[in-house]
């Protein structure tokens, strides 16, 4: 059974390439029937925040994927160091005593700093004095110079991959304060959590060749590597934190008022897509779909821009997804957006208004425009010229509207009387079906462009139909006034 682990660093929100590799092993894991491993990647005491790990699970906990198993790697520095020693213990590290500075400085003079010959060649016994006079040192690599050989693995995405051991540098596993690299952290902790398949970014597609050495220093198996190709921004940079901001932060995604489902599956076609080509998919289609074979190596741009943060495909998707909600669903996730909106909402109330205005958002975020009138006590103002029907008039509108107020007030408060009153009442005025409703789609949304008319009396009820009714009157009759005023 495959373990993989999803290992990020808590130096800053969860960035949406991060959550993409969190999903992808996910999506690996579960397709197999694997393990889901978290672990997180601390031990650079420098660069982490408590908040920003905290701000990563707030990102991974919205996704609603879940985990198995889950580490701390500055919890296990002990492993590290044991595994450390043991490579060096085999004669596979050295010792290096070269104060902190002195060889970037050399880095930098002569390009690719590979090692240092003396550090290298140490004899043991002046290596061991140096070390227990408490003389600091940077433990590293002793990667193989007699006779480069050819560091080969096979990545599951880019291929067969080889490189010389003369073109790598003797890294260091641990560094002057004893504490572990990357590198050394990293691969240990893999070894020792039984990790089958590492998959990541491409960015460490060249650090695994230093793993695959730690990886045989060890004696231990080589897990299986699956490197995911960039995501750039449209003008091809390489999407960062730094750089292009909150944009590609998840939970920009998710205070917008996406669903974590279709930022999933948004995401998950970032570089990925299934044999048939489907764009819509559920997280269980996902999961069923799931293989390395469909990534592809090239680039995967999102498609943000300076004055909208959400590529339209996650829009669309967004709305796809929005459609396939079960109504309590639906009105669960609009709930807190329609609140923090301002409005009073009432649960049962929106599970009837939610399946009206489903087809009216693009996000959840959109409820408090699309559904405002259903939960304001007094529409907000709009222009009486929107009362008057097509092909008519003010005064249409007022026949319509005075017409109107009656029928309400009698007719069974269902959609289905409703509809059959108001037709029925338009024949006896004369005018179309239309000509009648949009006086009264108007008069109680505020607005020509609403759910569905009928459906949407039902839900307000007679008293507030009645009492927005009586209100547009008044605006018409008022406005009559205005242009009667005008024309004497
Ligand atoms: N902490 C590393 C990162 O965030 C993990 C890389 C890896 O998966 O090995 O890039």
């Known amino acids: 059974m495959p373990r993989v682990r999803f290992a990020p660093s808590p130096t800053g929100f969860l960035h949406i390439g991060s959550a993409r590799t969190f999903i992808f092993n996910w999506l690996y894991a579960r397709h197999e029937h694997g393990t889901m491993i978290l672990r997180i990647d601390d031990t650079d005491a420098d660069r982490n925040t408590r908040e920003s790990e905290t701000s990563i699970f707030e990102g991974l906990q919205w996704l609603e994927l879940d985990w198995d198993e889950q580490y701390r790697q500055s919890e296990r ?186 930022f999933v599956n948004f995401v998950c076609l970032l570089g990925w897509s299934p044999k048939d080509d489907r764009d819509r998919m559920s997280v269980q289609e996902m999961v069923d779909a799931f293989s390395f074979e469909g990534i592809n190596r090239s680039n995967a741009v999102v498609n943000f821009r300076e004055d909208d943060p959400f590529d339209p495909k996650a829009v669309w998707l967004n709305a796809q997804h929005l459609m396939a909600l079960a109504p309590e669903d639906l009105a669960g996730r609009l709930l807190p957006f329609l609140r923090a909106a301002g409005f009073e909402a009432e649960p049962g109330k929106l599970l009837r208004v939610a399946p009206l205005i489903r087809e009216r958002i693009k996000t959840l975020r959109d409820v408090a425009t699309a559904a405002d009138f259903f939960f304001a006590s007094e529409l907000a103002p709009y222009d009486s010229a929107e009362l008057i029907p097509q092909k008519g008039d003010a005064a249409m509108a007022l026949l319509v509207l005075r017409a109107a107020l009656p029928v309400l007030a009698a007719a069974e408060f269902t959609h289905p009387a409703l509809d059959a009153a108001l037709r029925a009442e338009a024949q006896r005025l004369g005018v179309k079906a239309g000509q009648m409703f949009q006086p009264i789609r108007v008069a109680v949304c505020g607005r020509k462009a609403a759910p569905p008319l009928f459906e949407t009396l039902e839900v307000l009820g007679r008293e507030t139909c009645l009492h927005r009714v009586d209100r547009a009157i008044h605006l018409l009759e008022s406005r009559n006034e205005a242009v009667s005023h005008v024309d004497s």
């Not at 220093?217 to 730094?242: N, T, V, W, Y």
């Open 77 to 262: 520095l002990e492993l590290h160091g044991q595994v450390a020693q043991a490579i060096f213990r085999k004669g596979l590290a050295y010792r290096d005593f070269t104060p902190a500075g002195a060889e970037e400085e050399k880095s930098r003079q002569e390009g690719a700093w590979l090692f240092n010959a003396e550090m290298r060649e140490l004899s043991a016994e002046e290596s061991d004095r140096r070390a227990a006079a408490g003389e600091p040192f940077v433990l590293r690599f002793r990667v193989p110079r007699d006779s480069p050989r050819d560091i080969r693995f096979r990545d599951s995405v880019y291929g067969e991959q080889s490189k010389s051991t003369a073109d790598i540098e003797d890294f260091a596993l641990l560094r002057s304060n004893g504490l572990p690299t990357y590198h050394m952290a990293s691969c240990a902790d893999d070894i020792d959590l039984g990790i089958s398949h590492i998959i990541r970014g491409q960015d460490h597609l060249t650090n695994t060749f230093k793993h695959v050495l730690i990886f045989e220093a060890a004696g231990a198996a080589i897990p299986e590597f699956a490197h995911l190709p960039l995501l750039i921004a449209p003008d091809g940079s390489k999407l960062s934190k730094r750089r292009h901001g909150p944009v590609v932060s998840v939970t920009t995604y998710r205070d917008a008022g996406f669903l974590p489902q279709a």
